[in-house]
């Protein structure tokens, strides 16, 4: 189930007899170099599962671990395969169609489909944004800085980041701000857990309360996001990776699942060792009520650094991620020339527009204050619903659009199959509950 231990050779920026930088020890290599080496070793798995860990999602693993203790632990590693296996058919999918997620489901589904769920993914992903610049308004406010200084310019960057020309130059960028989201690791260190009930809670599953069952459901819809797959079929085509490039992309995107359920789990376990081990747990839903519930613990400072800086990491590489994928699924469906490759001209303002425009939305409606609870449960019903939509047409496509060689087989297709079932079942019995 897992082919990325089938590793690909030596990374391209070795072509052409350069010298490894070791043989010096880096000496003469600047700061700024080594770091970009480190990131174009990677590609659009890392960056996609960092953003899958976005402000939404944390803000859940907080609840879970101050609700349930270490019990929300043991879930998040076992969705660790199945956040694999799903992004890995996008993978295979791009490489042997050269062809995005929408335009494979217009090709053999019809436009009909095809733009159904492409609309909704773009309302899913303008929701999305709602919880990433609300997620950003609250690291300034904890700081003292207004919405209407920091949604602004979080805006700005983000529209920016698309006009440079360049899908790498995006993509690395989008791998350092996602990378902030590691500030929790020393946050949970600081917090000092207890092994003893971390062991207990990875044999606790209390699934017969209805209440952890939810919760449960609630963690499953933020790991495997709709937006997901749409994103990275399309920058995996943008990058210009082929078949070949597999082993690569595979080892990228296992890196990335295992990295990203590392946050949640860091996330899970601080809440668990302070607010919950104390019987404070209480409202959780901003970045701010996070932070004062961390400070008795983990004193000020570190609260609001550690706590602000994963946050705003979170939130901006989820916010590039998302729009991202909003525009290349509906670029793709309505047949628009669509590559941050090339910079707005007449052949991908519609593209670059439907980017533009999901930013915009977004911060518009944060910055307006309008229901955004309330618009944030709409948006979980909306992705509850389009979840089942999203897998079970990308199951199909997986057994229709590829060659033999790459499509799923035995072991590995009923597993996979079962987990995408279970995942879809589990989204839909969350349904009844959001009102």
């Known amino acids: 189930m897992l082919p990325f231990l089938a590793m690909s050779g030596t990374p391209t920026a070795r072509a052409g007899g350069a010298a490894p930088p070791a043989r010096n020890g880096g000496r003469g ?11 174009a070793a990677f590609g659009p798995g890392l960056v996609v599962m960092l953003a899958d860990t976005d402000a939404g999602s944390l803000i859940t693993a907080a609840k879970s671990g101050a609700t349930w203790g270490y019990a929300m632990v043991l879930p998040q590693i076992l969705l660790i395969p199945v956040l694999y296996a799903v992004q890995e058919i ?54 003292g800085v207004s919405r209407w200084v920091t949604v602004p310019i979080a805006t700005a960057f983000l529209v920016g980041i698309a006009m440079t020309g360049s899908y790498k130059r995006a993509e690395r960028t989008g791998i350092a701000l996602g990378l902030a989201e590691l500030a929790f690791i020393p946050a949970m260190i600081m917090a000092h857990p207890s092994l003893a009930s971390l062991a207990r809670g990875l044999a606790s599953a209390p699934v017969a309360n209805h209440s952890y069952l939810m919760l449960l459901t609630a963690n499953i819809g933020a790991v495997i996001m709709p937006w997901m797959i749409f994103y990275q079929q399309g920058a995996v085509v943008d990058r210009g990776l082929r078949e070949e490039d597999l082993g690569r992309e595979r080892r990228d995107t296992a890196i990335g699942a295992v990295l990203t359920q590392v946050v949640s789990i860091a996330t899970v376990v601080l809440f668990a060792a302070t607010v919950a081990r104390h019987g404070s747990a209480g409202e959780l839903g901003t970045v701010g009520a996070m932070s004062a519930a961390l400070q008795p613990f983990v004193g000020t400072v570190a609260a609001k650094a550690l706590l602000g800086l994963a946050m705003l990491g979170a939130a901006l590489v989820a916010a590039l991620v998302a729009s991202l994928a909003a525009a290349w699924g509906l670029s793709e469906v309505f047949g628009w020339s669509h590559s941050l490759n090339e910079r707005p001209d007449r052949s991908t303002y519609k593209f670059y527009a439907v980017y533009w425009l999901a930013h915009i939305l977004g911060a518009v409606v944060v910055l307006s204050g309008v229901g955004l609870v309330e618009t944030v449960v709409d948006v979980e019903v909306m992705n509850a619903l389009l979840l089942p939509i999203v897998l079970g047409l990308l199951l199909a496509i997986e057994a229709r659009a590829l060659p033999e060689r790459l499509r799923m087989r035995g072991f590995h297709r009923a597993v996979v199959l079962g987990g995408s079932l279970l995942v879809m079942a589990f989204a839909l019995l969350m349904l009844p509950t959001l009102r």
């Not at 290599?29 to 990131?39: A, E, H, K, W, Y």
């Open 29 to 39: 290599i600047s700061p700024r170099v080594r770091t970009l080496g480190f990131l």
């Open 90 to 143: 996008t993978v295979r999918l791009a490489v042997a169609t050269g062809e995005g997620h929408g335009a494979l489901i217009r090709r053999h589904f019809g436009q009909g489909l095809a733009l159904l769920s492409s609309l909704t993914l773009f309302l899913s992903a303008t929701g999305a944004l709602l919880s990433e610049f609300a997620a950003v308004a609250g690291v300034g406010e904890i700081f």
